[in-house]
């Protein structure tokens, strides 16, 4: 069988014995692939990939375990053509369904621009990524092209110790040890960085996590290390009860000149440099009048904490509690003199705490998913003046958009590539409410 196109997920496109367009990663048109067409259930079958015949150089791809990592996916694509496959369909659906034109912005640093990495460590005794389409797989990784040069070595230091220590690693089938993921974090714009172990609960107590404790002390130089805890059958990485062994809980990374603590266990943007242009972009359309800031999904007020110091007030909101008692805690040490109002609120249950301010302006960067009808329909019904909606996945912001559009009118936007090698793409969008 014969690769035909590929998707704007990078995915290469191949037509079934049985007409149905399957996709397979990995590969770039006229690739050949030689396939058994399988039949798993009744009335079901499916292509299961034997032999890839590669018609074209694979000389753009920088990673000796790309294909098998559930990473990127996009290196064997000219990064042009990425651009293509991300942008062109988003700028056209927005344009057909809703009027609206983006302008595309490009990113000109296609690799070490990550600034977070989870690796697996389970089952072991390997560190890397899960496979694609395989959980239960995780494949060996001794440096990754999308993350810093630090943190190439600290995964090089890191799995050096494994290799004396393997049995602190979890083993799922026999809940012997108690290891399962290495994060590391590292500021693009300090030198401050942190290696984050996270371990089921109970290991904490085991004689051999002493001895890998001191190992760690003795043997990783980096700033910050720092154990934590969770439940055994909890599949995420850099969360639960914490313990510092060396540093803090935090790393400082600083963005537009401001200074940002981030906490181990929350979200901070991957590529603060990549995600600029969307930070000049809000910051050259500031109104005029700036008396109120209303951050949505605030986070670790990360908006507020930017656009602080142009605004008398500023009222966030988030689900996290940790996260808003830092936005707090830094919002006040940073601007003394100007009043705030940060809440722990769940906005995909409620709008009740949400005030309406006519002339304020908004920023809203919600999760993946998007903000949700209820966000949706406040904004629409109760929302200011000027609204700039952040979002990491233009799909669903289109669909969002679409919820209260007709009280506004679009003003103007960016669609932005922070993660080359990739499928996402980050946008925001500036709307004005129609004078009635």
Partial sequence: MKVEGLNPDFSGIVTAPNGKKVDIFYVHPGDELVVE????????RSLKVHEIIRNHPWDLVKCS??????????????????????????????????????????EAKTYAYRSRMDFSVFPGPVIGQRQRGNFRKV????????????????????????????????????????????????????????????????????????SFRSLCLERLTQNSLVFCYNRPKSEVSAVGR??????KLTF??????????????????????????????IQERLPKE????????????????LYGEYFQHVDGYELTESSIENAKTLFESTYPTKTHSFQVTNLFLSTGDLQRKENAT????????????????WIRDNGPKNVFYVSCNPYSQKEDVRLFLEEYDYVDGILIDPYPQTPHTESVLYFRRKER
């Fill in 65 to 106: 375990v790309f294909g098998e990592c559930g990473g990127c996916t996009g290196q064997h694509i000219p990064y042009s053509t990425q651009l293509d496959l991300k942008f062109g369909p988003i700028l056209s659906l927005f344009q057909k369904d809703l009027g609206i034109t983006i302008k595309p912005v490009l």
């Fill in 362 to 377: 908004l920023i809203l960067d919600p999760p993946r998913a998007g903000a949700g009808k209820l966000v949706n329909h």
């Fill in 242 to 247: 914490p313990e510092v062994l060396r540093g």
């Fill in 37 to 44: 067409y399988v039949k798993r259930r009744p009335r079901q």
């Fill in 139 to 210: 494949v060996p990784i001794s440096s990754c092209a999308i993350q810093s040069n630090w943190a190439n070595l600290a995964l090089q230091d890191v799995r050096a110790l494994l290799e004396e220590m393997p049995n602190v690693i979890w083993d799922r089938r026999s809940e012997q040890g108690g290891l399962k993921y290495l994060t590391i974090r590292k500021a693009q714009n300090t030198e401050d960085g942190m290696l984050i172990f996270t371990f089921t609960e109970g290991f904490e107590k085991s004689p051999e996590l002493e």
């Fill in 252 to 281: 400082t990374e600083s963005v537009l000149g401001q200074s940002f603590e981030v906490p181990f266990d929350s979200f901070f943007q991957p590529n603060p440099n990549g995600f600029l242009p969307i930070l000049h972009f």
């Fill in 290 to 305: 700036k008396d109120v800031l209303i951050d949505l999904f605030c986070g670790n007020g990360f908006f507020s904490l």
